[in-house]
């Protein structure tokens, strides 16, 4: 894409499946351009006086009419299309459900969940159910996509219901009972799956389950009936109805109750789930002595508090022990690891402790790449994770070892990740849980030495501090990145 002129709108790639308008940045802000109707509807909301409640909650994200005139005029003429204006909240980072964990996915469904029962209540629907319109703030889901607030036809149906199933209840169940998890479900199909391929994952044992009937068996039925030829109609077609302005009419108390079944299916499916991946009790299991593990956390601890960073990205993170630290010292994280479940259990803490922590699953060796439509849609992790502070804390074997990776190649995507600074722990090949990692391998590792490290981290990196752990063969290095 061409970079936009100083001071001028950049639209967002994402932002185009929406007719009622598009989301675009200037200057660090975010605005959204809408129609005629979309305004109306957020007009008589805030008239109503339940959005402005819900936004300080912190349930809906903060949006407002910008009140500069220069700058809506400007607006008008770089989006001829458009006379009104949003300017929303700026959620820094965002993430996708395909790097959440099975908790955060669900608390997603939940929040969503419950804005369509609380719009229910007073006449109003959401008209789409995308795990997309949610985002995390401090581990709590905000929904950010205002104008899919709509007066609905009837009250009595969701038309969004479907979606929900596709962005919810299908990857929960595959989770449960097939041990996927949302990356392995929404990669290939940031959409969703469709209820067939749910179907033949699960099995038709499970599939006539009758715990899945209203979600899994009536839809797989509905959709082989809908597969079928219909039969010629002699009788002429009716008119085409006309969504209506006016208060919607139906009996709401069946969807209700349906809205309240598919929370409380939500909750036990996430409930249900056991954390049990390979480095989710690391923590316990790592070869620190307790005095080497507290004297690390106090260096690390010192150095953020010394240079401040505004962000911070921790690599490898696990359950988020350094994360924490990171965010009490006053910095905003990324808190990435590749294990499943070790994030599932951060979020789990997250929930208890707030904090301005975003946790991601993902892989450094298989990043998340750019999704959708001309692969700019979802924007690829690396392009959202470049922070002022990395922290490659006991990272490096891994990549060495299980990613198969040079140590020239780890150093330079280190340095393209951080704008200042960078923490990295070496691990000698004669700590026990390197060898854990070698154990089955033919490659030898013995000749990784501290002095090869430093040596090819100087290319990109200068060396600010360096400090031996005591009771522990492993050293940190505090470096700064060379521009």
């Given amino acids: 894409m061409t970079p936009p002129a100083l001071g001028a709108s950049c639209r967002v790639p994402g932002s185009f499946r929406d007719p009622a308008g598009y989301v675009f940045e200037r200057e660090d802000r975010i605005f959204r351009a809408i129609d005629d109707a979309a305004w109306g509807r957020f007009s008589e909301l805030q008239a109503e006086g339940r959005i402005a409640r819900w936004m300080q909650e912190g349930r809906l994200v903060r949006s407002w009419r910008p009140d500069d005139a220069n700058l809506l005029a400007a607006f008008r003429g770089e989006h001829p299309d458009y006379e009104h204006f949003l300017e929303h909240e700026r959620i820094a980072p965002v993430t996708y ?23 229910l209540e007073y006449g109003w629907s959401l008209k789409d159910a995308t795990a997309y319109n949610v985002q995390f703030v ?29 962005m919810f209840i299908y990857p929960l169940l595959l989770s449960l009972y097939c041990g996927w998890d949302p990356r392995s479900y929404f990669i290939a199909n940031p959409q969703g799956q469709s209820v067939e391929k749910v179907g033949r994952c699960l099995g038709w044992r499970r599939v006539f389950d009758p715990r899945l ?10 959709s082989g009936r809908a597969d079928r030829p219909a039969a010629p109609s002699t009788q002429a077609a009716a008119p085409a109805q006309v969504p209506s302005t006016e208060k919607t009419g139906g009996d709401p108390r069946a969807l209700r109750y349906n809205l309240e079944r598919l929370k409380r299916k939500l909750q036990k499916l996430a409930q249900a789930y056991r954390p049990a991946g390979v480095w989710a009790d690391y923590t316990q299991a790592c070869s620190y002595e307790k005095s080497a593990e507290e004297f690390k956390k106090n260096l690390v601890r010192e150095f953020l508090e010394k240079h401040r960073p505004r962000t911070v990205l921790d690599l490898g993170s696990n359950t988020g022990d350094y994360s924490f630290l990171a965010a009490a010292t006053g910095a905003r994280v990324i808190s990435v690891d590749s294990d499943h479940d070790a994030v599932e259990l951060l979020y789990r ?68 990740l951080t704008r200042d ?47 031996p752990l005591p009771e522990s063969p492993r050293t940190l290095l505090f470096l700064r990145v060379l521009r």
């Avoid at 459900?97 to 719009?119: C, I, K, R």
């Avoid at 401090?138 to 038309?159: K, L, N, Q």
């Avoid at 026990?432 to 990784?448: N, V």
Wanted: hydrophobic share 45%.
């Fill in 97 to 119: 459900p395909y790097e959440w964990p099975v908790s955060m996915l669900a608390d997603a469904g939940l929040h969503t969940l419950q804005l369509q029962l609380d719009l």
């Fill in 138 to 166: 401090r581990g709590r889901a905000v929904f950010i996509d205002i104008p899919s607030i709509e007066r609905p036809a009837r009250s009595d149906v969701w038309h969004a219901l479907g979606q929900f199933q596709q």
């Fill in 213 to 222: 009937w209203l979600d899994v068996s009536l839809p797989l039925w509905f």
């Fill in 349 to 416: 803490r997250l929930r208890k402790t707030p904090a301005d922590i975003s946790p991601v699953v993902g892989d450094l060796t298989s990043p998340s790449p750019g999704l959708g439509f001309r692969n700019e849609e979802r924007t690829s992790f690396l392009a959202r994770a470049p922070s002022d502070c990395v922290l490659a804390l006991a990272l490096l074997h891994h990549l060495l070892v299980s990613g198969n990776l040079p140590l020239a190649m780890i150093r330079d995507q280190l340095a393209d």
């Fill in 421 to 467: 600074l960078l923490v990295l722990e070496f691990v000698p090949p004669s700590d026990p849980m390197f060898a854990r990692l070698t154990r089955h391998r033919t490659e030898k590792y013995e000749s990784l030495t501290l002095e090869q490290v430093r040596a090819s981290l100087s290319a990109r990196f200068e060396v600010l501090d360096e400090r």
